[in-house]
């Protein structure tokens, strides 16, 4: 594995299996729609550093690289290369997009045998097509939930708001060839589990290690964008089902406590990979 500044972290998970973190770009959100019902008073001075004039916070794009003797896994596209000039100025998307970032890591993009999806928003499905429209993994399955598909390329206006349809549209038989309707192991030691919540399909990736001083590492995508998030009830005005989002939180979370796993954070940029404490009626994340 190549170790260098484009990989931001890495760790043996035991028994051959192994996690890089990389980042495809960043771009920026409106911080009130980030902490959802969360009163400004209480959240300003957490992110006085990185908001911006126009009230946006600084969102990494993080993607991980799952080796096992088993396969490749990349978790997360990120935004990706097909955006135009007037998204890309909105979005404040700065690359480099996810396959350059993995070329830069070492990995090549055709060795890549499972992309899973947290789930099928722009910033986290925009990177499984080049620029030409080729696939960007072209030995890979790609595994995110059947019900994900489904709204996505619904009719909800307000569920499809995250989508970007068209796109969608040109990657959905290859989607519809892995998606999975339930928990499953995509490679061994790689599992996706559902947690809706943030979207009706949205999932969480659990790697295992195996052996002595073996360690997992979890992604719960979206349902943890941040360090706040801790707080179960702390959530986003993007989830569609943020009563749902809370519930899974407590249970996953209260898990990840129990048996220490590590954590990597969706879009935090500074250090998004920690551990999780209890902390009175909530959690709190522990950078590493
Ligand atoms: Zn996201």
Redesign the pocket.
Known sequence: MALNESVAWRAELGGGTRVALLRAGTFRSDAGTLFGPVPRVLWGGLVTDEIDHEHRLL?ALNCLLVETPAGRTLVETGIGERVDDKTRAMRVYEGPPVVPALETAGFAPDSIDVVALS?L?F??AGGLLRTDGSRAFPNAAIVAQKAEWEVALGDNPRLVASYVQPELRLVHDWGAEGWADGEREILPGVTVVPTGGHSTGHQAVIVRGTGDGAQTVAFF??LF?RPWGANPRWVTA?DDYPLDSVLRKIELFAQAVDEGWLIVL??ESKRPVGRLERDRDRFRFQPV
Request: proline residues 0%.
């Open positions: 969102q789930h928003h910033d986290h995508g979206d964008m993007f969706s879009h």
